[in-house]
């Protein structure tokens, strides 16, 4: 493992370490010490939210939630790939993609449009899922043809990207062309054994935060709805599908069941293990050689 890699590692174990848990915001409040040494440490990834050089963006709004263009030179809807952002359902935004989705519009000359959804647990499902499938129909009513889509999200959003595609698939619609997931969530019952056996190398979602995620999220809902849990569905007739994991995540085995039961179903998947590494580990290929490599094949699948 590179020293860079080992480096970004070492942070995350102090931003883990001194991480306000969103729930617990009465015994751990914003004035707290601990709050604002996370905080501190979460300022230094604000290079997330810029664009890379040459790379514009533009907002929007659809029906009551936020989305955002990032092209190169203009709109070419020719073809698109729509970002499904990770958070556990509870946080996170398209701006804090830019800089990534900026540079794979770079090497791939394919435009990105990123919404933002509504979030747990003020919004539990089917909000996100709704909102999911309201950002797919705007991108058809836009004149973007069904197999010129392709689906792209990372931990929740990554779970959420394969809900959608179940959904088009049971209701009889035209599936994206590929679908792309970084250590995507696929089963919020939290069965994954990895879970409990990596918890002491995870360093974002470790079990207690990723149970009261899905607690929130599924409210009172089954967990084991494909909608929800995407690992419980149909997958026969998925389209070609490319899933990256860290090997020391919580949610490894959530990628390995569901790469797994696509072969199962006849589905071309490529599952792609990174020894070591972490959680969603891809998004930072602008800082270490083993997320840049990464990055490079999924961009070979997309354009392949």
């Known amino acids: 493992m590179s020293k860079k890699a080992k480096f970004i590692i070492l942070l995350l174990k102090l931003r883990l370490k001194f991480k306000t848990y969103i729930f617990d915001y009465r015994k751990k409040r914003k004035s707290s010490p601990v709050y604002k040494v996370s905080k501190n440490i979460a300022?230094?990834?604000?290079?997330?939210?810029?664009?890379?050089?040459?790379?514009?963006?533009?907002?929007?709004?659809?029906?009551?939630?936020?989305?955002?263009?990032?092209?190169?030179?203009?709109?070419?809807?020719d073809k698109v790939i729509l970002y499904f952002h990770g958070g556990g359902y509870t946080h996170g935004s398209e701006s804090?993609?830019?800089?990534?989705?900026?540079?794979?519009?770079?090497?791939t000359g394919i435009n990105t449009f990123i919404f933002d959804y509504r979030l747990a647990p003020d919004n539990p499902y089917p909000a996100a899922f709704d909102d999911a499938v309201k950002a797919y129909?705007?991108?058809?009513?836009?004149?973007?043809?069904?197999?010129?889509?392709?689906?792209?999200g990372d931990s929740a959003g990554g779970g959420l990207a394969?809900?959608?595609?179940?959904?088009?698939?049971?209701?009889?619609?035209?599936?994206?062309?590929?679908?792309?997931?970084?250590?995507?969530w696929t089963d919020l019952a939290c069965r994954g054994e990895s879970i409990q056996k990596n918890e002491k190398t995870e360093l974002f979602v470790p079990e207690k935060l990723i149970k009261e995620y899905s607690r929130v999220y599924v409210f009172r809902?089954?967990?084991?709805?494909?909608?929800?849990?995407?690992?419980?569905?149909?997958l026969e007739g998925f389209p070609d599908t490319y899933i990256n994991v860290g090997s020391h995540e919580g949610l490894l085995d959530d990628s390995l069941r569901f790469h797994e039961k696509l072969l199962e179903n006849g589905v071309k998947s490529t599952l792609s293990v990174g020894e070591g590494l972490f959680h969603c580990y891809p998004l930072w290929a602008m800082i270490f050689d083993e997320?840049?490599?990464?990055?490079?094949?999924?961009?070979?699948?997309?354009?392949?």
Not at 162 to 184: Q, R, V
Not at 291 to 302: G, L, S, T
Request: net charge neutral; aromatic share 12%; charged share 25%.
């Open 162 to 184: 394969f809900a959608t595609a179940l959904y088009l698939k049971d209701n009889g619609l035209e599936l994206p062309s590929k679908i792309l997931a970084m250590s995507p």
């Open 291 to 304: 997320a840049r490599e990464e990055f490079a094949r999924m961009h070979r699948f997309i354009l392949e």
């Open 221 to 234: 809902q089954n967990p084991e709805n494909p909608y929800i849990s995407p690992l419980y569905g149909d």
């Open 96 to 107: 804090q993609y830019r800089f990534l989705i900026g540079e794979m519009v770079k090497e």
């Open 137 to 152: 129909n705007f991108l058809v009513g836009e004149g973007v043809r069904e197999r010129d889509i392709i689906f792209m």
């Open 43 to 77: 300022g230094i990834f604000s290079i997330f939210r810029q664009l890379p050089s040459g790379i514009s963006a533009r907002k929007i709004c659809i029906k009551g939630i936020e989305g955002e263009w990032i092209y190169k030179n203009e709109i070419d809807k």
